[in-house]
């Protein structure tokens, strides 16, 4: 497992989709699920996901999964260029430190599936002691950019629970 030991409590890990339309009811979000499953595959605990509407609300909730303490919160959706696509705007007051390697290398990954890769503002770094990323809104984007994390999720989480080996 990457993300913890097996002899170690597994790390909480919280996920926050924006999507007005997932929170009215009018779609069904896949992106949860996936996210989930990659999260319990490497030694998360990841309680049900929030969904929330698009814009001020995802700060508003990011603010609240931040005070449970989880080591991880991974986003999904707002990322793109429609007016309420506010995700990054929301997620950068709340990083201490960027990591824009990592959301390099997501969008990198992303643009061998699609183009329109390229058009993802998401960020990532650290709140705390918390690794915040913003991952795009559909399925597909979703399993490239996890597949990016799935090496160095386990050494994110060492470092900010204060390992200094490389």
Request: aromatic share 2%.
């Amino acid at each position: 497992m990457s993300g913890c030991e097996p002899s170690a409590e597994p790390r909480k890990a919280a996920i926050l989709i924006a999507s007005t339309r997932a929170a009215t009811g009018v779609y069904e979000d896949r992106t949860a699920p996936v996210i989930r499953d990659w999260l319990l595959e490497h030694g998360f605990e990841a309680d049900n996901s929030v969904v929330v509407p698009d814009g001020e609300p995802v700060g508003a909730a990011l603010r609240a999964l931040l005070l449970t303490g989880p080591r991880v919160i991974v986003t999904s959706g707002g990322t793109g260029l429609s007016a309420d696509d506010l995700t990054p705007e929301m997620t950068l007051p709340l990083l201490e430190r960027q990591l824009p390697g990592v959301m390099e290398a997501i969008r990198a990954a992303g643009m061998a599936s699609t183009p329109h890769a390229a058009l993802s503002r998401g960020h990532a770094g650290t709140a705390g002691h918390t690794f915040i990323v913003n991952l795009p809104g559909s399925p597909r984007g979703v399993m490239d950019a996890l597949g990016v994390l799935d090496p160095i999720i386990g050494h994110i989480c060492d470092q900010l629970e204060g390992s200094h080996a490389h």
